[in-house]
């Protein structure tokens, strides 16, 4: 049978799926863009390497019908894209990565 | 015309709408293993009993070719019949007259049949197998289900409000049952989802099965958005019959009282029941060792299984049960559990069915996603329920009542009419292990061997605060009693409550934290 830590307590249970399989935390990294809604990789205009500045757009990801301009939060350069135009995307996946 | 002409013509016309001998699509129906829409009603209801009404109803609409159409019954079969001798309204959709899609007049057909047992105080009971909206009626179609949604509504907690799901349930169309009391689902026949995996491919580019989407399984494990799960039609119905025993027709009245039987199960708690409570057991053996008859009526069985409710009977009277289940997840409160359970309170409430509660928890689970996925609004739920509930509420704690979970658990300070507490109760603010680590933490980290002081500090804190006494000594609980008795206790305590007046203030309604 499985364990179960409450209150450091140990008790003796069976845990459910939904349990077992939560989503663990990671804290989240500025320097990674995520989708923050499902879609398509409309167009992409920044190449790695390629230094941007802060409300720069991106890419565009269409989403429910509208076509979302991804900005730089901040001053920086491109390290890393991680997907390709026409590519459909997840909620949650990474986009790109700054150096 | 003589009479007989005309009677002659009356079954004519009846016979075109309603075949008697069926047709290619009525076989296509059963073909794909389900029941046809007049077969379940014939089933479900007293042989003999149902009463069709509309059956003549026409959609009016000209656009798209339609006006060329018949829609025999306009894909809907409504009326009223008995379960078990007393009447109830029922509506089937009939998928095969276009799919069983919804129109304005076929939603008009629906919305009569609510309004009726909505007026007459009987229950409802809809039978689910649509396409969804019938596209070619445009926003019409739109406009029949937010009609049907309205009355939901109104009805809601007046009378029992009954969702079979027997085909496709999708869209808009969802919303309906998700209104009403109670959703039955039968595997691999029952669907029911918001958007379907057509649009979710298209959108997203993700692959999944109708099954796998909102199949009955993944609805009753994994969604909670239906109540009982059934292998077969059948079965299905046998459960509705069986669920209509345990409550009553209207909030007005008291659900039915049958002959008093005892426990089949003899009450042998050193077979099911660990007094160590760090020990796992299923409290479902605790409640039929308890019960008449044994017999437990669970309600969302599979879903949410660290708390159990369902209905039973004590003295032959219907009682809502809520308990605690330390064979899973240790019995913890969490998201899923707390709103599984507070909708449950407030069914019975609404319907006068006593609560008896059975506590043995550690507390609220903790973690991350429960933190994040708002475990503080909706363990709320469980605490404002208890709160509002008027009826006879009865907490027995059997082990483990820790911190929040004891306060939320029907304790007496949110209004329990009595509470009883096993020799075995463990009745404190948290876990003796925790509480000894935050109390004595200088005494246990000074300690030449840490260890063996934190040993002797919860077998000090153990033997001081797990028990009953304490809370007794404070008048939090109103006795101690031997686990023997219980069933003696409840059925005094409920017979003592039966006219129990408990006047709230005036007010529209809450504002629960939905």
Same mark, same amino acid.
């Given at each position: ?99 | ?177 998700? %209104? ?30 109708? +099954? ?56 042998? %708690? ?27 009526? +669970? ?26 289940? &330390? ?27 006593? %609560? ?5 928890? &550690? ?152």
């Amino acid at each position: 049978m499985d364990k179960l830590n409450i209150d450091t307590t140990m008790y003796e249970t069976n845990l459910t799926e939904k349990f077992k399989n939560r989503k663990r935390y990671s804290p989240p990294d500025p320097k990674v863009i995520k989708t923050l809604i499902p879609g398509t990789i409309n167009e992409i205009f920044v190449k790695p390497g390629q230094k941007v500045k802060k409300g720069q757009s991106m890419l565009i990801l269409e989403a429910m019908k509208m076509k979302n301009h991804i900005a730089a939060p901040f001053d920086g350069t491109i390290k890393c894209i991680s997907v390709s135009q026409h590519d459909m995307v997840p909620k949650g996946s990474e986009i790109l990565r700054f150096e | 015309m003589s009479i007989f002409d005309k009677i002659k013509e009356f079954f004519t016309k009846k016979d075109k709408v309603n075949p008697p001998g069926g047709n290619k699509a009525i076989e296509k129906q059963k073909a794909m293993g389900k029941m046809y829409a007049r077969d379940r009603i014939a089933y479900l209801l007293d042989e003999g009993s149902f009463q069709e009404v509309d059956l003549f109803v026409e959609h009016t609409t000209k656009d798209f070719g339609l006006d060329k159409k018949e829609l025999p019954a306009d894909g809907v079969i409504t009326g009223t019949g008995t379960i078990g001798g007393h009447p109830v309204a029922i509506y089937a959709q009939d998928f095969t007259v276009a799919g069983g899609s919804l129109g304005l007049m076929h939603a008009r057909k629906i919305t009569k049949i609510m309004d009726l047992a909505l007026k007459n105080g009987i229950p409802l009971i809809g039978i689910n197998d649509s396409g969804g909206a019938r596209i070619q009626e445009g926003v019409n179609a739109l406009a029949g289900y937010g009609e049907i949604f309205y009355r939901n509504t109104m009805a809601s907690g007046v009378i029992p409000q009954i969702s079979v799901i027997l085909g496709p349930c999708a869209g808009g169309a969802v919303y309906s049952p998700a %209104l009403t009391d109670y959703v039955f689902v039968v595997d691999k026949i029952s669907k029911m989802f918001i958007t379907g995996p057509e649009v979710i491919k298209t959108v997203l580019g993700e692959e999944i099965s109708m +099954e796998d989407l909102g199949g009955a399984r993944v609805q009753t494990e994994v969604t909670g958005n239906a109540h009982f799960f059934a292998k077969s039609e059948y079965d299905c119905f046998d459960q509705i019959k069986e669920l209509f025993t345990y409550i009553p027709w209207n909030n007005t009245k008291k659900a039915i009282t049958i002959s008093a039987k005892p426990p089949k199960y003899p009450f042998e %708690l050193d077979k099911i029941f660990s007094t160590d409570a760090t020990k796992p057991y299923d409290i479902r053996n605790v409640i039929r060792s308890i019960v008449d008859d044994s017999q437990f009526f +669970e309600i969302q069985e599979h879903w949410a299984a660290n708390i159990v409710i369902g209905f039973a009977r004590l003295n032959g009277n219907t009682i809502g049960i809520v308990g605690n289940q &330390p064979l899973v997840l240790a019995g913890v409160l969490d998201v899923d559990s707390s709103d599984k359970a507070a909708r449950f309170i407030r069914y019975c409430d609404s319907f006068n069915i006593p %609560l008896v509660s059975f506590v043995d928890l &550690p507390g609220y689970l903790p973690g991350i996603d429960q933190e994040h996925n708002g475990v503080i609004r909706h363990g709320a739920k469980l605490l404002y329920s208890y709160s509002e509930a008027s009826v006879p509420k009865l907490t027995v704690i059997l082990r483990k009542a820790y911190g929040g979970g004891y306060i939320a658990m029907c304790s007496r300070h949110l209004g329990a009419d009595f509470v009883y507490a096993w020799p075995t109760a463990e009745i404190a603010v948290m876990g003796p292990e925790g509480a000894a680590n935050i109390i004595f933490k200088t005494e246990i980290t000074s300690s030449p061997d840490p260890n063996a002081t934190r040993k002797e500090k919860v077998k000090e804190y153990t033997e001081k605060f797990a028990n009953p006494y304490v809370a007794a000594k404070n008048g939090h609980i109103d006795a101690v009693i031997n686990p023997d008795e219980t069933r003696k206790y409840l059925i005094h305590s409920l017979h003592l409550l039966e006219n129990k007046r408990d006047e709230r203030p005036f007010k529209k309604h809450g504002i629960p934290p939905f």
